[in-house]
């Protein structure tokens, strides 16, 4: 194995299809791609007015999100907050989290230290309303 690898995040398989959440959401995931050990990362984009239906935490897994373009809000724990362009937001393993694009859409970058595979995920997150 090499000791770098580049690719194109937008040539990587849309595991959103996969899922059904398929055209609001488009999610690649790039670690597997790039041979990550210990850092991930992945590209999601959500429709204009798109609420995750579930939030998610990890049990090791620290996750840094960089807001490419759009708007919208994140739930974190029992708080939301507005993201706009260039907001990066960091959350410990243990933090539920959820987004929902804003009118024109939300696209992301999520940067992941630690196993991938440790994700729990929490329906019902948002309020109802």
Do not use: C
Request: glycine content about 14%; cysteine-free.
């Amino acid at each position: 194995m090499s000791d770098y690898a580049i690719q194109n995040l937008k040539e990587l398989d849309d595991s959103a299809v996969q899922f059904g959440l398929s055209p609001d959401v488009e999610a690649r995931f790039g670690r597997k791609a790039l041979g990550g050990k210990q850092s991930g990362l992945s590209y999601q984009r959500f429709a204009p007015g798109y609420r995750q239906g579930f939030g998610h935490r990890h049990e090791r897994q620290e996750e840094t999100y960089v807001i490419v373009s759009g708007s919208g809000r994140i739930k974190i724990g029992d708080e939301v907050h507005d993201v706009r362009a260039l907001d990066a937001i960091r959350l410990d393993p243990d933090v539920p989290r959820a987004f929902e694009a804003g009118p024109e859409g939300l696209e992301l970058i999520a940067f992941g230290a630690g196993e991938s595979g440790d994700a729990e995920m929490l329906e019902d997150f948002w309020p109802a309303g």
